[in-house]
């Protein structure tokens, strides 16, 4: 079975909390995907948009398809997010075959990593002709770390500012994926409080402290989006039959401050698996799942947290690069791998570590460093 089949879970009894992982393993019955039904759509509202969501929304970066994305809005998903630079720079293009005829049905975020208030304009026209739209309704500033001049810079909010007054976009967010929490709270404190979204990497091995934050932005009224909900989304053998989408898309919405999740999905298995969490409630079946699968993935789950950078005394970026690797191994994505790691610098690239003698950095979470590299190496460089 394809590790993303549809598996509809049914567990003997009520004996499961008793039975432990082999003996809940040997109860469930899987479902053929034959029998799958799609479910009511369950919207939340985006903060302080006002925009009314599905929880399960469409991350559109691999999806090479158009029509899985039209199945998806045809059985009320109404939020895509996609960025130019996912699929080799024809992500958004995908993105626009799905919405012909359904634009007003289904609202669209896309991303800018500009730097400067030209390169804002630009980049919001590129996309807007990509989509073949006039609008977008959530512009985002790409993959912000934390102290990152972007997010505070008067001339891309100037910049932003005559986009919405022009009509070309609607709402401001950021995402992030590195220091997090960090970000989470420079939102809120921004006296201005200026952006209205925020897509942030969160699921079941995310920190408290990330959970606060998000907490305090959703409070704030900023609409907050998880991505990066699987950990990785690792193959395993540990858990048999099982997948562990839909338990840990299951941890992250039984979070009542986020919004929505958008899984990235391939095919019509993937929109299937993922869509179906629509209503369900996270249990203990799912809480045994994702115990299984934290521990098979521990080895190589990287948080993407950048702690170990300052133990490096080449200045590597070690999060970049196994953010790339995940991509690449995890996502099966050589394209999004490759577009990752080609933005680092060579000077702080996996190469660096072959002039190094020994590897003296350190994770805070156990993982190997030097092997990491050692693979991103064989993979990407
Ligand atoms: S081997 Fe380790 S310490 Fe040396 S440059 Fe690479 S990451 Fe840094
Ligand atoms: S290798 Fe470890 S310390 Fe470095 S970013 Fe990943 S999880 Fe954090």
Redesign the pocket.
């Given at each position: 079975m394809n590790r993303r089949e549809f598996l509809k879970i049914s567990v003997a009894g009520t004996t499961s909390a008793l039975l432990g992982w082999e003996g809940v393993a040997g109860a469930i019955q899987i479902a053929s995907s034959e029998s799958f039904v799609f479910p009511a759509p369950v919207y939340r509202t985006l903060g302080r948009t006002g925009l009314k969501i599905t929880m399960i929304s469409f991350g559109a970066m691999l999806t090479p398809e158009a029509e899985v994305m039209r199945v998806a809005f045809d059985h009320g998903v109404n939020y895509v997010d996609t960025a130019r630079r996912y699929m080799g720079g024809k992500n958004e293009e995908i993105v626009a075959r799905a919405l012909q005829g359904k634009r007003d049905k289904v609202y669209v975020a896309t991303k800018t990593a500009a730097k400067s208030k030209q390169d804002v304009f630009k980049d919001v026209e590129t996309s807007l002709k990509a989509l073949e739209t006039d609008y977008v309704d959530v512009i985002q500033l790409h993959n912000i770390t934390g102290k990152d001049d972007r997010m505070l810079s008067p001339e891309i909010r100037e910049a932003l500012v005559r986009l919405r007054e022009q009509g070309k976009v609607r709402f401001f967010g950021v995402t992030t994926h590195k220091n997090e929490a960090e970000v989470l709270h420079a939102l809120v404190d921004d006296k201005a409080r200026f952006f209205d979204t925020v897509l942030v990497k969160f699921n079941f091995k995310s920190d408290a402290a990330t959970t606060q934050a998000i907490a305090r932005a959703a409070q704030a009224n900023i609409g907050v989006i998880a991505m990066k909900t699987q950990a990785g989304g690792y193959e395993t053998d540990a858990l048999g039959p099982f997948s562990p989408h839909q338990a840990a898309l299951k941890w992250v919405l039984q979070n009542r401050h986020i919004t929505a999740a958008i899984p990235g999905m391939r095919d019509i298995s993937h929109l299937r698996e993922d869509i179906a969490v629509m209503g369900m409630k996270f249990g203990y079946l799912d809480h045994l799942i994702l115990k299984q699968y934290g521990a098979a993935v521990q080895p190589y789950y990287c948080h993407f947290c950048g702690k170990c950078e300052a133990t490096?005394?080449?200045d590597?970026e070690?999060s970049t690069i196994n953010r790339s690797l995940m991509y690449a191994e995890a996502y099966r994505s050589d394209a999004l791998a490759q577009s990752t790691y080609r933005q680092i610098p060579v000077s702080s690239s996996a190469s660096?570590?072959l002039s190094?003698s020994?590897?003296?950095?350190k994770c805070v979470n156990g993982l190997d460093?030097?092997v990491k590299?050692a693979r991103a190496r064989k993979l990407l460089a």
């Open positions: 490096c005394p080449y590597v070690i660096v570590c190094c020994e590897c003296v950095a460093i030097s590299m």
